[in-house]
């Protein structure tokens, strides 16, 4: 399938089966009424349930009211990506108002996004963390992951918080989010065109170190790679000679589908320093950190990785991918506190995890059979501009991420030939020592092109105060 098809998906799709309850449930019954380690007094109110996307898939979300005015404040979504990774690691290690230490306590964080949003924190696909299905087959792709997180959302504004539908709603989310924001913004746009009872006030979508384009992604992290000192000179020229014709640019270098054989091997020979050895790619000036769960550097959770992203270096080592296992941390990431803190009897039961649920949680699923449909975002940002006058998006990278790097989104959005608003330009911050450089930044016609300096793949925990600073400028729509 590909994207000249997205709509044609949303109107199929959304013949399944799904109704809006005539009953609007008791909110109160997800309030976190106790959770432990929170020693401090909140200002906001905090509730984690489940949501029901239909046909048998329930959805577990973790929902933090806005420190400010959360009857009238925005209402935002946050999606991790994986594929399969659990949003919680958004809420206790990025953006939430509180976060875990390596030893499973909690402690504030003052940077959090719920400043002046609520902010929904969705365990998506089923499968993932405490997310389930009743039949227990856990066999998705992109559409009907859109799907089910289109119709959690309308149970989330229509059973759960129906005194939030007319509040702004925004959807972000990160790394594979590149996926799973656009097609969900899609599918949103398409369900409020079919003149449902409800109608969801979408304003806007962010992207975070997406995977926006595969061949781009792939591409650009040689250039990536070299530019950064990963690769020698010898290595640089044999592939400027095997794989690229003068003059030597991102258009004449054809690194990941070339038929060379010679270019092949050189471009292996690139992998295998990228992802071969014990390099963070999340973060390439950062540690490669190890958990208990691990027994030194892992190159099962590398092969994993890049099994679910990197699919043109899956086809190319079949036999040396490994499956994941249960408690499978996401490499050189250390989620040993989330792994602990989550897993905790009382835990469990402040957050309403039913004891019937016989899971152990984990950063990311090992019973997620997930099927990847799109080669690139192209087509689907093109949909949605063209189905609403009014959405913008803001697409930003942590520049020391090689996972999902800041080239390959950047040339994403040149050639998606939007009108350049602003050029690229330094953006700043503030801090105790004055005014600071976050990154660079470029405007296009409804797209906001965001680096954040010194950031990895997971900008909000890297960089949290210009991570911030740039999520209020994408609330309001305002260039930085």
Request: hydrophobic fraction near 35%; glycine fraction near 6%.
């Amino acid at each position: 399938m590909r994207v000249s098809q997205s709509v044609a998906w949303l109107l199929s799709v959304s013949a399944l089966t799904w109704h809006v309850s005539a009953k609007v449930d008791d909110p109160t019954a997800d309030l976190i009424t106790n959770l432990p380690g929170l020693t401090w007094q909140t200002n906001y109110k905090q509730y984690s349930g489940y949501l029901n996307a239909g046909n048998g898939h329930y959805l577990h979300y973790w929902f933090v009211e806005s420190q400010s005015k959360p009857a009238t404040d925005p209402v935002v979504l946050w999606l991790n990506g994986g594929p399969g990774c659990s949003s919680l690691d958004g809420l206790i290690y990025e953006n939430g108002p509180f976060h875990v230490t390596d030893n499973g306590t909690l402690y504030i964080n003052n940077y959090a996004w719920n400043l002046n949003t609520s902010v929904i924190y969705l365990e998506a696909p089923i499968g993932v963390g405490y997310s389930y299905s009743t039949d227990n087959k856990y066999d998705m792709n992109d559409n009907t992951t859109a799907d089910d997180n289109y119709h959690a959302l309308l149970d989330f504004f229509t059973n759960k918080f129906p005194t939030l539908v007319s509040n702004p709603f925004y959807v972000t989310g990160e790394s594979y989010g590149g996926i799973y924001v656009p097609t969900l913004t899609l599918r949103i746009l398409q369900g409020n065109a079919d003149n449902p009872p409800l109608k969801i006030n979408l304003r806007a979508f962010a992207v975070g170190n997406g995977l926006s384009s595969y061949d781009l992604n792939d591409d650009s992290s040689v250039w990536f790679a070299y530019f950064h000192g990963l690769v020698d000179e010898t290595l640089w020229n044999n592939l400027m000679a095997s794989c690229c014709t003068t003059p030597y640019t991102r258009q004449t270098c054809n690194f990941e589908n070339s038929k060379s054989v010679q270019c092949q091997k050189d471009v292996e020979e690139v992998n295998n320093v990228i992802y071969g050895g014990q390099l963070n790619w999340y973060d390439i000036y950062g540690d490669c950190y190890t958990t208990t769960h691990q027994s030194g550097f892992s190159v099962d959770k590398y092969l994993h990785s890049l099994d679910l992203m990197y699919r043109k270096w899956k086809s190319a080592n079949k036999n040396a991918l490994l499956l994941s296992t249960v408690n499978e941390n996401v490499p050189c990431i250390d989620s040993n506190g989330a792994d602990i803190y989550l897993n905790r009897a009382d835990v469990r039961t402040a957050i309403h995890i039913p004891s019937t649920l016989d899971r152990t949680w984990s950063i990311c699923s090992s019973i997620l059979h997930y099927t990847t449909l799109y080669d690139t975002m192209a087509g689907v940002y093109q949909d949605i501009f063209k189905m609403s006058a009014s959405i913008y998006a803001t697409v930003y990278n942590g520049d020391t991420d090689l996972a999902c790097n800041f080239l390959g989104d950047e040339w994403f959005l040149d050639d998606l030939n939007l009108t350049v608003k602003t050029s690229y330009r330094e953006w700043y911050y503030q801090d105790q020592a004055g005014k600071e450089v976050a990154g660079w930044t470029k405007d296009f016609d409804r797209v906001h092109f965001v680096t954040v300096r010194g950031a990895g793949h997971m900008v909000p925990q890297y960089r949290p105060v210009p991570a911030l600073e740039m999520f209020q400028a994408f609330i309001a729509n305002r260039d930085l």
